[in-house]
Nanobody
Framework: QVQLVESGGGSVQAGGSLRLSCAASGRTFSNSGMGWFRQAPGKEREFVAAINWRGGNTYYADSVKGRFTISRDNAKNTVYLQMNNLKPEDTAVYYC?????????????????WGQGTQVTVSS
């Protein structure tokens, strides 16, 4: 498995930006597709974005497409989520996840390592 530590969460006003980081250790980082998921209070965890092992293939939830960008730096064992034009409905705990394969996936069952989460709060 991979150990994952997220950072970069915080509170921001609507329209603002945040960049989340997820530092990985353990299993070779470049062997894993990576994903970001989020969970708002009272709601189920949902997919946000995913990226394959080389960064050449990405997926986004429709709700964040055009506002969020996922990227990775394999030399730094880190995956990022740049979040722009944030909305109150983006408020959630954001989780980084490492996949069982090199591919990007929207399915949480394809991930076997999860971080502890970082809180993002967007006020109107």
């Amino acid at each position: 498995q991979v150990q994952l530590v997220e950072s970069g969460g915080g509170s921001v006003q609507a329209g603002g930006s945040l960049r989340l980081s997820c530092a990985a250790s353990g299993r070779t980082f470049s062997n894993s597709g990576m994903g970001w998921f989020r969970q708002a209070p009272g709601k189920e965890r949902e997919f946000v974005a995913a990226i394959n092992w080389r960064g050449g293939n990405t997926y986004y939830a429709d709700s964040v497409k055009g506002r969020f960008t996922i990227s990775r730096d394999n030399a730094k064992n880190t995956v990022y989520l740049q979040m722009n034009n944030l909305k109150p409905e983006d408020t959630a705990v954001y989780y980084c996840a490492a996949g069982r394969t090199v591919w990007a996936s929207r399915d949480s069952r394809e991930y076997d390592s999860w971080g502890q989460g970082t809180q993002v709060t967007v006020s109107s």
